[in-house]
Structures are given as structure tokens and as C-alpha cells.
């Protein structure tokens, strides 16, 4: 299985965003501020076109500011001062969420190009600049082995004066005593001074080997649970979703083996031991079969940055790397 950590690059020779969508000549203001020619005698913000991105890739209002680090208010009303620079509706407002206008669909592909060419002006700077020293990054052993590492050549290769010490003893890590300066987690920090970015969803499945579910033919639903053995997790974890989700189903019964961590889980699954509740990411990888691909047990993976650290360059770095790692695996981590 291949993962994948794109760059963006710079666009050579690219007409500007904005004079492809709407051909007319655009001014860069010595504040930063794109500008269309006399459009509503507006300006139109960068930040402006992040926010109509986000939402636009979310679907609502609080699944984009949460992304972003910013308030529903504040998201809210840059997308607001964006339509009315543009004089166009981008979005249907619905009880369900936001709906693209036609015009809205027709801003996508300019504001990307917005996005790619802000991405390549940073990419710019970075390059005349040295990032070194140590970040700190916690995050749980799973993700740690099967995403983050495979992909961390490509950051060391950009950044060879960097160094990340990665911690996946993630339950003994405060990030509110300041043990890590980022984590990639899936569990919403409750308090501390840090800048939250929700970037996807850890999907979960019952999985079983295929020697197993030879073995054992009954139809394993909610009505055959009862022939099926399944793989337990020890005492301490008990408080884990899938640890629970499996004692609901035993209904009293005893586990056929318990342990302690997702690689011997999967162990367990492979060697015919029974089934269990797992990534689907680790136990399609591990080639274990699928017999239930909604458990319920989906959790949201969060980046978690020390708000006065948010700024330095070396952990700014890393963040951008988890946020496309993550971003650009995101149907395989959901198991879409």
C-alpha cells in the first residue's frame, strides 16, 4: 500500500487565478490584497477565498471553521464579505448545510489556483530559509507506523536540519504541561491554550480472516454474534470505543484472547483467533476481510498545535506535512 505527501509547486508561467475566471486584469495591493478592477469597488481578501475553500470542501459552516482554527462567526462573514465583493451568491444556505450556487462551483477552481500559488510563495521563502531543531510530535502508534513514517523521507529530504521525535505514548502526553508541541490525535483535547484543526475520520470495520470465516459459516449479524469468537482488549483499555463495542456484542461471554495494542489485535485476527473491531486502513493493509463496514465507532483525527508555537517555522513545517498526509490519505484512513 502507497501513501501519499504532495507538495504544492510553484505555477510557472500560470495566468492569475482570478483573470482566468473572470478575465479582467488583477492588482496585488502592497497590503496583500488581490484586487479585480473596479468589481463592486471591493477587494478581494485571501482569507476571504480560504474560508469560501473551506466551506466549500466541508459542506457546513462548523466543519470548516473547525478546520481552519477560526469561529463560525468569523468564517461566516468572511464568505459573506467575499459574495459581496464578487456581487454573486456562492452558496444556498440549507438547514443541512451549504450548497453551491453555479457560481460557487465556477470560483473552485480559481480560488485552488489561488491556494496552489499562495502555497508556492510561501514554498519560496522557505527555500532561502533553514528549518531547524526538534519538533515534538505525539500521536498514537498506529498512525505513527502506517502513515506518518512512511511519508517522513519526503519531509527529511525538504528539511534535512530538521528533527521530529515522535511520542506514541499518547496517553501519558499533556499537551497542557507542554509535553509536545503537536499532536495528531483522535481524541478533542478539553482544555489548554492550543489551535484545534479537525482533517479527518479514522474509519472502523469488523474484520475476520478469510481462514476463519471459511471455518466459521453462520452469517455473522447482529443475530449470529453468538457462534463467532472475537478478540478482546485488556482491562486497561476497556474505555476504548471498540473495546466496548465488542463487550456489548459478547453479551457476557468471554473473549477468545484479549490484548493490549492494535498490532497484536490484528495478529490475533490473522492467526484465525476470531473477529474484531478495527482501522480499516490497518486491516485491509493486513489482509483481513470485511464483514461490517459501519460499527459506529468512527473517530475524528485532530491536529493539535501549541498556540504560541503555531508560528515558528519548524512546527509550522510539520504541521503543513500531517495536514496534507492526512488530507491526501483521507478515503483510505475513512475507508471510503
Request: with cysteine; aromatic share 6%; hydrophobic share 45%.
Amino acid at each position: 500500500m502507497s501513501y501519499s505527501y504532495e507538495c504544492f509547486n510553484p505555477l510557472a508561467g500560470a495566468a492569475s487565478p482570478w483573470q482566468a475566471l473572470h478575465g479582467k486584469d488583477v492588482v496585488k495591493s502592497g497590503e496583500g490584497i488581490f484586487k479585480i478592477g473596479k468589481l463592486n469597488d471591493k477587494r478581494l481578501i485571501w482569507d476571504d477565498a480560504k474560508a469560501f475553500l473551506a466551506v466549500a470542501r466541508a459542506g457546513t459552516l462548523s466543519a470548516a471553521a473547525e478546520q481552519m482554527g477560526v469561529g463560525i462567526a468569523t468564517l461566516s462573514r468572511r464568505v459573506e464579505r467575499l459574495e459581496e465583493a464578487l456581487g454573486a451568491p456562492l452558496f444556498v444556505r440549507q438547514q443541512s448545510g451549504y450548497q453551491m450556487t453555479e457560481d460557487g462551483t465556477a470560483l473552485v477552481p480559481a480560488a485552488e489556483a489561488m491556494e496552489a500559488a499562495a502555497y508556492a510563495m510561501r514554498a519560496g521563502c522557505d527555500d532561502r530559509i533553514t528549518i531547524s531543531g526538534t519538533v515534538r510530535l505525539a500521536t498514537a502508534e498506529n498512525l505513527a507506523t502506517a502513515l506518518i513514517l512512511p511519508a517522513l523521507p519526503a519531509l527529511r529530504q525538504a528539511h534535512p536540519a530538521l528533527t521530529v521525535e515522535i511520542v506514541t505514548d499518547i496517553a501519558t502526553v499533556n499537551l497542557h504541561r507542554r509535553d509536545a508541541d503537536l499532536a495528531l490525535r483522535m481524541v478533542r483535547p478539553e482544555r489548554g491554550n492550543v489551535i484545534l484543526q479537525r482533517l479527518g475520520v479514522l474509519g472502523y470495520g469488523l474484520y475476520g480472516s478469510r481462514d476463519y470465516l471459511e471455518a466459521h459459516t453462520a452469517a455473522p449479524d447482529a443475530a449470529g454474534y453468538d457462534t463467532h469468537d472475537f478478540v478482546g482488549w485488556g482491562e486497561a483499555q476497556g474505555h476504548l470505543g471498540p473495546a466496548q463495542w465488542v463487550e456489548r456484542i459478547l453479551q457476557g461471554r468471554a473473549p477468545a484472547v484479549t490484548t493490549t495494542s492494535l498490532s497484536t489485535q490484528i495478529a490475533a485476527v490473522r492467526a484465525g483467533l476470531g473477529l474484531a473491531a478495527l482501522p480499516h486502513f490497518l486491516a485491509r493493509e493486513a489482509g483481513l476481510t470485511c464483514i461490517d463496514g459501519d460499527l459506529g465507532l468512527d473517530q475524528a483525527i485532530y491536529l493539535v498545535v501549541q498556540s504560541d508555537l503555531a508560528q515558528a517555522a519548524r512546527v509550522e513545517v510539520v504541521a503543513h506535512f500531517l495536514r496534507n498526509l492526512v488530507q491526501g490519505n483521507k478515503d483510505m484512513l475513512s475507508g471510503g
